[in-house]
T-cell receptor
Framework: AQSVAQPEDQVNVAEGNPLTVKCTYS??????LFWYVQYPNRGLQFLLK??????LVKGSYGFEAEFNKSQTSFHLKKPSALVSDSALYFC??????????????FGKGTKLSVIP | SAVISQKPSRDICQRGTSLTIQCQVD?????MFWYRQQPGQSLTLIAT?????????ESGFVIDKFPISRPNLTFSTLTVSNMSPEDSSIYLC????????????FGPGTRLTVT
């Protein structure tokens, strides 16, 4: 079974400071890893993904994430936070073991608040 | 990406009734999915909607409660049957635009309240 853990319910950061939203995962095979953002009363927006290749993945709105296989982590980062980044962030994993499962398993979400 | 619309955007329904949620995509996609997001919770996959075949349901979800139709490659419906207050959730459809690419794109969701 696959699972995702987001250890922080909420992250507060001052505008202009770097931000990190943590995610660890568990899969039996090779992971596909994703970050999504959900603004209030909106659906989820895809930010970035890791499938293979470079461990540092760049995505939308200046976000990036680093895949660390030994620590089974995929933390989301941004060098300089904006107030408009305040939202709910979800990490998700898919176990690409070749069995054809398309199921995305989501973490419980981390609320990011950027303080002006 | 894809542009995904859902109808209705929200509804308040009485216990024991049923609601059908529509999901429309602006391009043909093979894989469509239905998720539930309960208040303050993460997303849980209900089922995968396959065109031309029965939907594939996840553990804890059954066809009698959540019947799904997928008449073509751009449209799907999810019905929430015999509703109870525990069914109050946001229901989201999603699509995998490029099969095998991994990422899914989500509709805006349908906020359902059952009284």
């Amino acid at each position: 079974a696959q699972s995702v853990a987001q250890p922080e319910d909420q992250v507060n950061v001052a505008e202009g400071n770097p931000l990190t939203v943590k995610c660890t995962y568990s899969v039996s095979g090779n992971p596909y890893l994703f970050w999504y953002v959900q603004y209030p009363n909106r659906g989820l927006q895809f930010l970035l993904k890791y499938i293979t290749g470079d461990n540092l993945v760049k995505g939308s709105y200046g976000f990036e994430a680093e895949f660390n296989k030994s620590q089974t982590s995929f933390h989301l980062k941004k060098p300089s936070a904006l107030v408009s980044d305040s939202a709910l962030y979800f990490c998700a994993v898919r176990d690409f073991s070749g069995a054809g499962s398309y199921q995305l398993t989501f973490g419980k979400g981390t609320k990011l608040s950027v303080i002006p | 990406s894809a542009v995904i619309s859902q109808k209705p955007s929200r509804d308040i329904c009485q216990r024991g009734t049923s609601l059908t949620i529509q999901c429309q995509v602006d391009s043909q996609v093979t894989m469509m999915f239905w998720y539930r997001q309960q208040p303050g919770q993460s997303l849980t996959l209900i089922a995968t909607a396959n065109q031309g075949s029965e939907a594939t349901y996840e553990s804890g979800f059954v066809i009698d409660k959540f019947p799904i139709s997928r008449p073509n490659l751009t449209f799907s419906t999810l019905t929430v049957s015999n509703m109870s207050p525990e069914d109050s959730s946001i229901y989201l459809c999603s699509v995998e635009v490029i099969q095998g690419a991994g990422e899914q794109y989500f509709g805006p969701g349908t906020r359902l309240t059952v009284t």
